[in-house]
C-alpha cells in the first residue's frame, strides 16, 4: 500500500521559513515523479513543484527562488522528499499536499492534480503579516 505522509506545516511570520517532508513508502519509487501541491479556501488546488524521477524539478511561476525540492534515497521503496520554504508571504497560506502519480505522465500533465493518483493527508502552513 501507498503511503504519503507529510510533515512540517505550521504558523509563521511574513518572511519566515518552513521545511515540510514527505515520506513516500509502499511502492517502488525508481520511476515515480513526486510533487508538493497546494490548496487554500476559494482556490483550486495547483502543483508547487514537482521532482521527476530524473531528478529534474520545476517549481510554479508563484514560488520559484523561495521554494526548494529535494529527495533523498530516490530509489527503493522508502523515499523523503523534501519542501524548503523561505521568505513566505500570506499568498503561501494552504494546505499543501504530497502526491505522486501511479505511473510515468508527461511533463504537461505534472501541473494538473487529477494525474496525481496518491495523496498524503496534508500538512497546513500558515504565513501571517
Known amino acids: 500500500e501507498v503511503q504519503l505522509v507529510e510533515s512540517g506545516g505550521g504558523s509563521v511570520l511574513a518572511g519566515g521559513s518552513l521545511r515540510l517532508s514527505c515520506r513516500a513508502s509502499g511502492a517502488l519509487f525508481d520511476d515515480s515523479d513526486i510533487g508538493w501541491l497546494r490548496q487554500s479556501p476559494g482556490n483550486e488546488c495547483e502543483l508547487v513543484s514537482i521532482?521527476?524521477?530524473?531528478?529534474?524539478?520545476?517549481?510554479?511561476e508563484a514560488v520559484k527562488g523561495r521554494f526548494t525540492i529535494s529527495q533523498d534515497n530516490a530509489k527503493g521503496w522508502v523515499t523523503t522528499v523534501y519542501l524548503q520554504m523561505n521568505s513566505l508571504t500570506p499568498e503561501d497560506t494552504a494546505m499543501y499536499y504530497c502526491?505522486?502519480?501511479?505511473?510515468?505522465?508527461?511533463?504537461?500533465?505534472?501541473?494538473?492534480?487529477?494525474?496525481?493518483?496518491?495523496w498524503g493527508q496534508g500538512t497546513q502552513v500558515t504565513v501571517s503579516s
Open positions: 521532482i521527476s524521477s530524473e531528478g529534474n524539478t520545476v517549481y510554479t
Open positions: 502526491a505522486s502519480p501511479s505511473g510515468p505522465i508527461w511533463r504537461d500533465q505534472w501541473f494538473l492534480p487529477r494525474a496525481y493518483d496518491y
